[in-house]
């Protein structure tokens, strides 16, 4: 024991030494981007030696992390997660292959089992890219969010099924912090509509990823809220719906609105105990109202020419406005292009992340709008479902699609078979916000960011690890 704590002792007073050392160098030649060096030590050494510490770090700071293309126009790197994240990302695929010290059992899951599908096929189309690098890159990042977000922290919900909720905690808190700097910073400008596109600034590049991971975490809010639990706990979760639900209006984010909607029709199903025939009858029923009447539908959208503004009403009746609204004309043109896209090259694709640089010559002139370009520095497909079929081809979309619909149905399973109220609470937010993001994909993609992967994975992962602990067996 006195051996160690000399050895330990040692060890400090060497580090120290280290560190007072570079702090002189730093004072003495005005280096002060070395003072980033002893932070660099530290977030290794937790990183090697307390890997569970150094995964709740990230998921805190994932809120609050900034990118460097956004602030420099350099490499596309957010800190300080993802050089957190390429760290974790490797320690746990040597803790897997080599140690075997993951639960088979979240390694072998139907849910895992897509993702492997998924990420396969993706790296397929990387080796027949029309730009390779761009697209290896583009499957890289994919690793280093899948693995830590989704199969570590799948293990430590695993462990403890209580970590869901540290979960909770750890990312709404830093997000809320977000929110209440935005919600500053937008009072400065009279809480306008035309400055809530970039108030957010830069701990969100723009409006619409902001308001897509409000959205993406509200339900996990509404849950903190109204669980039970000390009147303590409940007042600070209380005010942070609140501040949340401020946020999400005046994101001005129409998408994030609608995701919502959509949840909240879903939700009705779980609170009325709806049967799956009665479910798909109305389904049905919608459809086939909304075919019989499709050229009435189709000419009010022609018609409507509001667009959106600072005013409420006005902004969510521009949602259906196709014929001036420069985002939705812009948004149909990017579909457009990526069918185009698909069509040159159904099987394959272009290559994972390429569209942003490769569909400008798909775009035609008379679908053009004021804020179209030709420079791929305004965004990619606008949709997470047309983006993958024209970048991986149709099985892309078909492996992304599998992936959702494993999702889907071993949380209507495992559902089935949990008794606690307080499990059956946990698996529904995490189910409600991945509905936020099914429905919001189909407008916006932003699973290349690691503020929008953080709560997809991870509500993922507490899916597949609830699912495993109440023994599913998908047939």
């Known amino acids: 024991m006195q051996k160690s704590l000399q050895i330990t002792n040692k060890g400090l007073t060497v580090l120290a030494g280290v560190v007072l050392s570079i702090i002189a160098v730093v004072i003495a030649k005005e280096w002060w981007e070395l003072l980033l060096l002893p932070v660099g030590m530290l977030v290794v050494w937790l990183t090697l030696y307390r890997l569970d510490w150094a995964m709740w770090f990230v998921v805190a700071a994932t809120p609050l992390s900034v990118n460097l293309t956004d602030l420099t126009g350099g490499s596309g790197l957010s800190l300080p997660t993802e050089p957190m994240l390429v760290l974790i990302t490797g320690l746990v695929i040597i803790k897997m ?6 639960d088979r059992r979240l390694l072998q899951h139907p849910i895992s089992i897509a993702i492997y599908v998924y990420l396969v096929w993706m790296l397929l189309t990387v080796i027949t890219s029309q730009l390779p690098l761009i697209s290896l890159k583009q499957w890289v990042t994919r690793i280093w ?6 199969f570590f922290l799948g293990h430590i919900f695993l462990r403890n099924p209580k970590n869901a909720i540290r979960f909770l905690w750890f990312f709404l808190v830093p997000l809320i912090i977000a929110c209440c700097y935005t919600i500053v910073i937008h009072s400065q400008y009279g809480f306008t509509k035309k400055t809530s596109t970039w108030v957010m600034f830069p701990l969100f590049k723009e409006h619409t990823s902001y308001g897509a991971v409000l959205a993406l975490f509200y339900p996990a809010a509404i849950y903190l809220a109204f669980r039970k639990t000390s009147w303590v706990l409940k007042a600070i979760s209380s005010l942070l719906l609140v501040i949340l639900t401020v946020a999400l ?17 879903v939700y009705l199903i779980y609170l009325f105990r709806m049967s799956k025939s009665v479910v798909w009858t109305l389904v049905g029923i919608v459809c086939i109202i909304m075919a019989l009447n499709f050229s009435m539908i189709s000419s009010k959208f022609e018609r409507n020419t509001t667009d959106s503004s600072d005013d409420l009403n006005e902004h969510v009746a521009s949602v259906t406005n196709v ?3 420069a985002s939705n004309l812009e948004r149909i043109n990017r579909w457009k292009c990526a069918l185009r896209m698909f069509q040159e090259r159904p099987l394959l694709g272009h290559g994972p992340g390429t569209y ?3 569909y400008a010559p798909y775009q035609k002139p008379s ?13 990619n497909a606008h949709s997470e ?6 970048e991986s081809g149709i099985l892309g979309l078909a492996t992304f699609l599998g992936l959702i619909i494993s999702v889907i149905i071993v949380s209507i399973k495992t559902y089935q078979r949990i008794d606690e109220p307080w499990v059956r609470g946990i698996l529904r937010l995490a189910f409600l916000g991945l509905i936020t993001y099914y429905l919001h994909g189909f407008l916006n993609n932003f699973l290349d960011m690691d503020k929008a992967s953080a709560p997809f994975w991870g509500f993922t992962a507490i899916i ?5 602990r109440h023994r599913l067996t998908v047939k």
């Open 97 to 102: 292959v080599f140690f075997g010290e993951f």
């Open 356 to 358: 942003m640089f490769l």
């Open 464 to 468: 597949a690890s609830l699912s495993i």
């Open 323 to 325: 014929s001036t609204d």
């Open 249 to 265: 209006v005046l994101s001005y984010t129409r998408a994030a609105w609608l995701s919502l909607v959509g949840a909240g029709l």
């Open 385 to 390: 479902y047309l983006g993958p079929l024209a």
């Open 367 to 379: 679908e053009k709008t004021i804020i179209s370009t030709n420079g791929g520095n305004r965004g």
């Open 145 to 150: 969010f899948i693995v830590p977000y989704y």
